[in-house]
C-alpha cells in the first residue's frame, strides 16, 4: 500500500489542534478524518476502518482509555495517542490498554509525523515475514535467524537474547512494554523486570556502537523499550542474508 491510501482518523475534540493534524497530514500524502469526542471515534472507526488512529485522551464524553479498550476488542489499527497526560502511569496504563506510540502536548508537528510513519511501515513490513533489519554495523534476518555484522562475522547470541530482540524487531519504531516482553519471552508468569534489564544491557554490549549510549535499544523510562533501526534501514530478505 502506498503512503497516499493510508487512512488517519484524528480523534481530538481541540478544532485547532485538529485542524492542524489534518493539514499536517494530507499535506503528507495521507486521507484524513475527524471526530471530537470517543463515541463518535468508535463509530467512524468501525466504519472508515482506518491504517492509524491519532487519539486525545481528554474527550469530551469519555476518557480516551475507552476508546483503546473498545477499539482493542476488534482491531489491531495502530493507536497513538496524543495528549496533555504526561506522567509515566497515564503513559503506562496507555500502553497497557493497547497504543503503539505515545506523545505529549505540546508536540512537534515532526516528530507526531515520524512516529505516524513508523507505524505504516510496521504495517507494510508485516506483510513480509522475511525481512531484514540494519543496526548499524549489525544487520538481523528475521527469516534465517541470523545475526551478522556488516563486514563478516556472527553475532553469538543466547536464546533468550534473540527471543528478546525478535520480539524488539517485529515491532520496531514502537515501543514495547516490560509486561508484554516478560510475557512474550518468559511466558505469563514472569514479572521479574530486573533479569530483563541485564539481558538487554548483554545486548546492547552485541549490538550498540556505544553500549553506554545507546542509538537503537532506547529505554523508554518506566515503560520499555524501543528499537530504532537506521534510516531506511529495513529491506526484505534475500537468499544471502549475509550480502
Not at 13 to 34: K, P, Q, W
Not at 35 to 49: D, F, H, K, M, S
Not at 65 to 74: A, G, N, P, S
Not at 137 to 163: Q, S
Amino acid at each position: 500500500m502506498t503512503q497516499a491510501l493510508y487512512r488517519v482518523l484524528v480523534i481530538e475534540d481541540d478544532v485547532g489542534i485538529a485542524t492542524i493534524l489534518s493539514i499536517l497530514f494530507e499535506t503528507n500524502g495521507f486521507r484524513v478524518a475527524t471526530v471530537e469526542n470517543c463515541e463518535a471515534g468508535i463509530r467512524r472507526a468501525q466504519t472508515l476502518r482506518p491504517d492509524v488512529c491519532v487519539l486525545d485522551l481528554g474527550l469530551p464524553d469519555r476518557d480516551g482509555l475507552r476508546f483503546i479498550e473498545e477499539i482493542r476488542t476488534w482491531s489491531a489499527v495502530p493507536i497513538i495517542v496524543l495528549t496533555a497526560r504526561a506522567q509515566e502511569d497515564q503513559r503506562l496504563a496507555a500502553f497497557e490498554a493497547g497504543v503503539d506510540d505515545y506523545v505529549t502536548k505540546p508536540f512537534s508537528c515532526p516528530e507526531l509525523l515520524a512516529r505516524v510513519k513508523a507505524v505504516t511501515r510496521r504495517m507494510a513490513r508485516s506483510e513480509h515475514v522475511g525481512a531484514r533489519i540494519k543496526l548499524g554495523e549489525v544487520v538481523v534476518d528475521l527469516a534465517t535467524r541470523t545475526i551478522r555484522r556488516a563486514g563478516g562475522g556472527d553475532v553469538r547470541l543466547t536464546p533468550l537474547e534473540h527471543r528478546i530482540l525478535e520480539c524488539l524487531v517485529r515491532r520496531a519504531d514502537g515501543v514495547v512494554t516490560h509486561a508484554q516482553l516478560l510475557k512474550e519471552v518468559w511466558g505469563p508468569h514472569r514479572s521479574d523486570i530486573r533479569a530483563l534489564r541485564v539481558y538487554v544491557a548483554s545486548l546492547r554490549r552485541k549490538l550498540e556502537p556505544v553500549p553506554t549510549q545507546p542509538r537503537y535499544l532506547l529505554t523508554e523510562s518506566g515503560i520499555g523499550y524501543r528499537l530504532v533501526p537506521d534510516q531506511h534501514g529495513w529491506e526484505l530478505s534475500v537468499t544471502d542474508s549475509a550480502s
